[in-house]
């Protein structure tokens, strides 16, 4: 078995390294690859993340059972628009989100390699599973966090023991402190979910549980909320490996749905740009995917074109009425970033993209009990 970082646009590769690392050529993230050959469904075993170890870094894991979270048929909201809908329901896991798929890994990689700290900059969700699961390995956790933030995720982080450095002004400050600080102190390790190939590689244990689920197969479509992006490019890369493998007969098309206050993958989708240009942005509820300049943003846009994929943005009110909608009508209570990803589909289906009787998957990403707004 061999592992290295590599590059999504060059034949450039390195050794797995703790920190993030750029390409010298392309300046875009590298990626984790794992080289394997003859694997088979019949190779899988246990449940949830650590079931499809032989995708992720030959670490020993630091768990709490995240993973294998249910996928869930919709009643009516699948049926009013036409289509067969289901959700994956990803508030199920430790700390309430997809997160934790990505933290589970990240910080079993920092582990092994001797990180005794971890530094990172959230607006809540991956700050809370990053603290999670550094209490767990017994590591020591410091998290920048815009000031603005959800009061109960900032509680929830607190209460995991980390260390919590509140950043006044826009998001991208709060990512600006954490990079200085891990530069100033050398026993403090990056743990970026925006930029690490570890957290990525968690997150493509999305597409394997809903192509297991499925009965190895892929749905038709994926709408995914897109911030930063590393639940999309996870599941695009997790499907592709299976396709890879022959385990699916082909890959879904996976679409960006976007708030459309913070929108910058939508605007170079739609303008034809092979990389976003940074957004002003504007207010929104769901402050999960308010990323006006995601360092993955090349790799989202070329991903899309892999998988045909559609980026929409979502007004306010349609990521409210989503919001409402989905406990009153399927009894699933979500947090607003949720919801981006069910105005999304709405969007996509009136436009003729999602077609009348095709499978589609959304993700719903948080828990409604992580706070409303």
Same mark, same amino acid.
């Given at each position: ?95 309430? @989100? ?97 930029? @690490? ?161 095709? @499978? ?14």
């Amino acid at each position: 078995m061999h592992e290295k970082l590599t590059c999504p646009f060059c034949d450039y590769e390195t050794e797995v390294l703790p920190q993030p690392a750029e390409c010298p050529h392309c300046g875009t993230p590298l990626r984790y690859a794992r080289e394997f050959a003859g694997a088979a469904p019949g190779d899988l075993h246990g449940r949830g993340v650590w079931r499809y170890r032989m995708f992720l870094p030959d670490v020993e894991p630091v768990s709490l059972g995240e993973g294998g979270t249910p996928l869930v048929p919709s009643l009516r909201l699948g049926e009013e628009m036409g289509v067969q809908l289901s959700f994956k329901l990803e508030g199920a896991n430790p700390t309430g @989100s997809f997160k934790d798929r990505g933290a589970s890994v990240l910080v079993s990689v920092l582990a092994a390699l001797g990180a005794r700290k971890v530094a990172d900059d959230s607006s809540g969700n991956a700050g809370a599973a990053l603290a999670a699961y550094a209490a767990r390995a017994g590591l020591g956790a410091v998290l920048f966090v815009p000031a603005h933030a959800s009061e109960k995720k900032l509680s929830q982080i607190q209460a995991y023991g980390a260390d919590l450095v509140r950043v006044p002004g826009p998001r991208p400050r709060a990512t600006e402190a954490a990079q200085a600080a891990c530069r100033q102190s050398g026993d403090l390790a990056y743990a970026s979910h925006n930029e @690490s190939p570890y957290f990525v590689a968690g997150l493509e244990t999305v597409a394997c549980e809903i192509a297991e689920e499925l009965g190895w197969r892929a749905p038709d479509h994926l709408v995914v909320p897109v911030g930063g992006g590393g639940l999309f490019l996870g599941i695009v890369y997790g499907f592709l490996e299976l396709l890879e493998l022959g385990w699916i007969a082909k890959t879904p098309r996976v679409h960006v749905a976007q708030a459309a206050a913070c929108a910058p993958i939508v605007r170079a989708f739609e303008r034809g740009l092979a990389a976003p240009e940074p957004v002003s942005v504007g207010k929104t509820i769901a402050e999960g995917v308010c990323i006006p300049a995601p360092p993955r943003g090349r790799e989202i846009l070329a991903a899309m074109q892999r998988v045909e994929g559609i980026a929409v943005s979502v007004s306010e009110e349609d990521i409210m009425d989503a919001w409402k909608n989905l406990p009153k009508k399927e009894g699933i209570y979500v947090e607003p970033t949720s919801a981006v990803a069910v105005a999304g589909l709405s969007a996509l289906v009136k436009r003729g993209v999602i077609r009348p009787g095709e @499978s589609v998957v959304v993700p719903l990403t948080g828990s409604g009990l992580k706070g409303a707004h």
